[in-house]
């Protein structure tokens, strides 16, 4: 188990006017790969980056991000073909894309029905590949706010080439963010803030968790969910992360910047779920943007920016502890390797990333 503080390696990216909306993943061989946004003389370009043979590479999608502050999502299927899922920074919808032979191919998904594609936002994707069963094999599932229907949160999942859609919650006044994440054994589920405007100085935007149902074996149809608030006390909250992989566990990391804290909201089997206050700041520049994760020990973990600084907080017997990893800024993008490895990807400007290890001693 980790218990001795992480030492980081860190080395730089892409410096080509990144602009951050960062997420970094892991492919099956323990490589990291980042999907980011960088400005261009045509507008905002989504790129993705790998690192392979010690080397980084950077490939432009053809997308153009919508430079809304959430972050691009990136995953890998069973094959190590990379995906991503973003807000179109001209028309507001979804985009699913595919890394082929040929380069990168992006399709509009259709939000009615799986039929007719309106405006989405707070886009959040993950392929499992856990779920290695026909038709559920490398299926792309995809959370966001449905534009058409009030912002409310649903689900878009890719069966037999045909994409079905789910809806999680009704309409809501805000648009805080949302965080979709399989656990280990590829049950779904989303961590959203839905408001509504009651006519106080500031909207009520409690965090909610969503969870699909259970369905039969080989069961095609569009999974249901089951939704329950969290925390009902939030009331201006800025992004919200959701680990993903966890065994037994739930770990939802959101940033209220009212209170200038980051809280963390956690689960495990057979206990009472808690709500802690992994950081608190003074000023507008922290903590914030927090992006959660878990080791494969199940230790949870959560990156977060805070007056100029990556941070890296852990939770132990005692509470949440921090360790300063580097200066940075943008959003910060936290993942663990099968074999431990601490991954993280920060910056604008320049992207960069950080390798951890744990010290000796």
Same mark, same amino acid.
């Given at each position: 188990?980790?218990? #001795?503080?992480?030492?980081?390696?860190?080395? &730089?990216?892409?410096? /080509?006017?990144?602009?951050?909306?960062?997420?970094?993943?892991?492919?099956? @061989?323990?490589?990291?790969?980042?999907?980011?946004?960088?400005?261009?003389?045509?507008?905002?370009?989504?790129?993705?980056?790998?690192?392979?043979?010690?080397?980084?590479? #950077?490939?432009?999608?053809?997308?153009?991000?919508?430079?809304?502050?959430?972050?691009?999502?990136?995953?890998?299927?069973?094959?190590?073909?990379?995906?991503?899922?973003? %807000?179109?920074? !001209?028309?507001?919808?979804?985009?699913?894309?595919?890394? *082929?032979?040929?380069?990168?191919?992006?399709? =509009?998904?259709?939000?009615?029905?799986?039929?007719?594609?309106?405006?989405?936002?707070?886009?959040?994707?993950?392929?499992?590949? !856990?779920?290695?069963?026909?038709?559920?094999?490398?299926?792309?599932?995809?959370?966001? *706010?449905?534009?058409?229907?009030?912002?409310?949160?649903?689900?878009?999942?890719?069966?037999?080439?045909?994409?079905?859609?789910?809806?999680? $919650?009704?309409?809501?006044?805000? +648009?805080?963010?949302?965080?979709?994440?399989?656990?280990?054994?590829?049950?779904? +589920?989303?961590?959203?803030?839905?408001?509504?405007?009651?006519? @106080?100085?500031?909207?009520?935007?409690?965090?909610?968790?969503?969870? =699909?149902?259970?369905?039969?074996?080989?069961?095609? #149809?569009?999974?249901?969910?089951? !939704?329950?608030?969290?925390? /009902?006390?939030?009331?201006?909250? =800025?992004?919200?992360?959701?680990? +993903?992989?966890?065994?037994?566990?739930?770990?939802?990391?959101? &940033?209220?910047? %009212?209170?200038?804290?980051?809280?963390?909201?956690?689960?495990?089997?057979? /206990?009472?779920?808690?709500? =802690?206050?992994?950081?608190?700041?003074?000023?507008? !520049?922290?903590?914030?943007?927090?992006?959660?994760?878990?080791?494969?020990?199940?230790?949870?973990?959560? &990156?977060?920016? $805070?007056?100029?600084?990556?941070?890296? &907080? %852990? %939770?132990?017997?005692?509470?949440?502890?921090?360790?300063?990893?580097?200066?940075?800024?943008?959003?910060?993008?936290?993942?663990?390797?099968?074999?431990?490895?601490? #991954?993280?990807?920060?910056?604008?400007?320049?992207?960069?990333?950080? +390798?951890?290890?744990? /010290?000796?001693?």
């Amino acid at each position: 188990m980790t218990t #001795h503080a992480l030492q980081f390696t860190v080395e &730089a990216v892409d410096d /080509s006017s990144v602009l951050g909306q960062s997420s970094l993943t892991v492919d099956g @061989s323990g490589a990291p790969a980042i999907a980011y946004v960088v400005g261009t003389a045509a507008g905002t370009a989504v790129r993705v980056a790998r690192r392979l043979n010690g080397q980084w590479t #950077h490939e432009d999608t053809g997308g153009i991000a919508a430079g809304d502050d959430v972050r691009i999502s990136l995953s890998f299927d069973s094959g190590g073909v990379p995906h991503i899922a973003y %807000r179109d920074g !001209n028309s507001d919808n979804a985009i699913f894309g595919t890394r *082929r032979d040929d380069g990168w191919s992006l399709e =509009e998904i259709p939000t009615q029905a799986g039929i007719i594609v309106r405006s989405a936002a707070d886009v959040s994707m993950q392929i499992e590949p !856990n779920l290695n069963d026909p038709p559920f094999a490398d299926t792309p599932t995809v959370g966001y *706010r449905d534009g058409f229907h009030g912002d409310s949160a649903a689900v878009a999942r890719k069966v037999g080439g045909s994409w079905q859609i789910s809806g999680v $919650d009704g309409p809501s006044d805000v +648009r805080t963010g949302l965080s979709l994440a399989f656990d280990s054994s590829a049950g779904l +589920r989303l961590a959203y803030f839905q408001g509504f405007d009651d006519g @106080s100085p500031v909207i009520p935007q409690p965090l909610k968790l969503a969870q =699909e149902e259970v369905s039969d074996v080989g069961d095609t #149809h569009p999974p249901t969910f089951v !939704n329950s608030v969290i925390d /009902s006390e939030m009331r201006a909250a =800025e992004s919200v992360s959701m680990a +993903r992989g966890l065994f037994a566990k739930v770990l939802v990391a959101y &940033a209220d910047v %009212r209170t200038r804290t980051v809280r963390a909201w956690s689960g495990s089997l057979g /206990s009472e779920p808690t709500i =802690e206050v992994v950081a608190a700041g003074n000023d507008a !520049n922290g903590p914030r943007f927090p992006s959660a994760a878990g080791d494969p020990h199940q230790t949870l973990f959560v &990156a977060y920016l $805070d007056g100029g600084q990556v941070v890296l &907080a %852990r %939770r132990g017997p005692a509470g949440w502890t921090s360790q300063p990893v580097a200066t940075g800024g943008g959003w910060p993008s936290l993942e663990f390797g099968k074999d431990g490895t601490t #991954h993280l990807a920060y910056g604008t400007g320049t992207l960069m990333y950080a +390798r951890g290890t744990v /010290s000796p001693g």
